[in-house]
């Protein structure tokens, strides 16, 4: 089935430091990747859509200049967090979007990686 | 636009008994429609989707889900469930065209208990 992984798992850091998180497609080309946000006990909110070799589609409210997306390859997208502070802890989730044909239909489904916790201190 | 509503934010259930989790959307275009399980700390794993065809969509570890179009429902059901169901169930949809991004429910927790 189809494999998305994400890079780190968890990560702590200081307080305006950047933070790195890959997503990689580990069976499947994704021309687009979604990142999401997650705060404890809470659903998952879309932050920005991530489209291979275009620049990223951020949602209203969320800052492009602070959270960098980079969609290298059909395989890999990064989210960079920049000058994190404490207010951007939280549960970093990535999801791969397989379009491709299978015979008898499309699969179009969002696959998601396992999570990245960031806590910045 | 699209927004999804999870009626109910926590289910407690016996275990070994059936259940239902319920979820409606609103849209003013075609949708897919999906059910995703998250387990404490990991990401999110697909249960099942609709896209097109049959209402009735069965996806793994024994659950299905039905696709009502004049109630704008997807309800998740499992006839019989086991402690190891005890997680947070999202219900999503997306349009048909466009970027596909998710719009998520608020969750329900699914608690089985022995």
């Given at each position: 089935?189809?494999?998305?992984?994400?890079?780190p798992?968890?990560?702590?850091?200081k307080?305006?430091?950047?933070?790195?998180?890959?997503?990689?497609?580990?069976?499947?080309?994704?021309?687009?990747?979604?990142?999401?946000?997650?705060?404890?006990?809470?659903?998952?909110?879309?932050?920005?859509?991530?489209?291979?070799?275009?620049?990223?589609?951020?949602?209203?409210?969320?800052?492009?200049?602070?959270?960098?997306?980079?969609?290298?390859?059909?395989?890999?997208?990064?989210?960079?967090?920049?000058?994190?502070?404490?207010?951007?802890?939280?549960f970093?989730?990535?999801?791969?979007?397989?379009?491709?044909?299978?015979?008898?239909?499309?699969?179009?489904?969002?696959?998601f990686g396992?999570?990245t916790r960031?806590?910045?201190? | 636009?699209?927004?999804?509503?999870?009626?109910?934010s926590?289910?407690?259930?016996?275990?070994?008994?059936?259940?239902?989790?319920?979820?409606?959307?609103?849209?003013?275009v075609?949708?897919?429609?999906?059910?995703?399980?998250q387990?404490?700390?990991?990401?999110?794993?697909?249960?099942?989707?609709?896209?097109?065809?049959?209402?009735?969509?069965?996806?793994?570890n024994g659950?299905?889900?039905?696709?009502?179009?004049?109630?704008?429902?997807?309800?998740?059901?499992?006839?019989?469930?086991?402690?190891?169901?005890?997680?947070?169930?999202?219900?999503a949809?997306?349009?048909?065209?466009?970027?596909?991004?998710?719009?998520?429910?608020?969750?329900?927790r699914?608690?089985?208990?022995?």
């Open positions: 089935g189809a494999v998305v992984s994400q890079h798992s968890w990560v702590i850091c307080s305006g430091t950047s933070v790195k998180i890959e997503c990689r497609s580990l069976d499947f080309q994704a021309t687009t990747m979604f990142w999401y946000r997650q705060f404890p006990k809470q659903s998952l909110m879309l932050m920005a859509t991530s489209n291979e070799g275009s620049k990223a589609t951020y949602e209203q409210g969320v800052e492009k200049d602070k959270f960098l997306i980079n969609h290298a390859s059909l395989t890999l997208s990064t989210l960079t967090v920049t000058s994190a502070h404490p207010e951007d802890s939280s970093y989730i990535c999801s791969a979007r397989d379009g491709g044909l299978l015979a008898g239909g499309s699969t179009d489904t969002q696959y396992p999570g960031l806590t910045v201190l | 636009a699209q927004s999804v509503t999870q009626l109910d926590q289910v407690p259930v016996f275990e070994e008994a059936p259940v239902e989790l319920r979820c409606n959307y609103s849209s003013s075609s949708v897919y429609l999906f059910w995703y399980v387990y404490p700390n990991q990401g999110l794993q697909l249960l099942l989707k609709y896209l097109s065809g049959s209402t009735l969509v069965k996806g793994i659950f299905e889900a039905e696709f009502n179009k004049s109630q704008t429902s997807f309800h998740l059901r499992k006839p019989s469930v086991h402690i190891s169901d005890t997680a947070e169930y999202f219900c949809v997306t349009s048909d065209t466009g970027r596909r991004a998710l719009t998520f429910g608020s969750g329900t699914l608690q089985v208990q022995p």
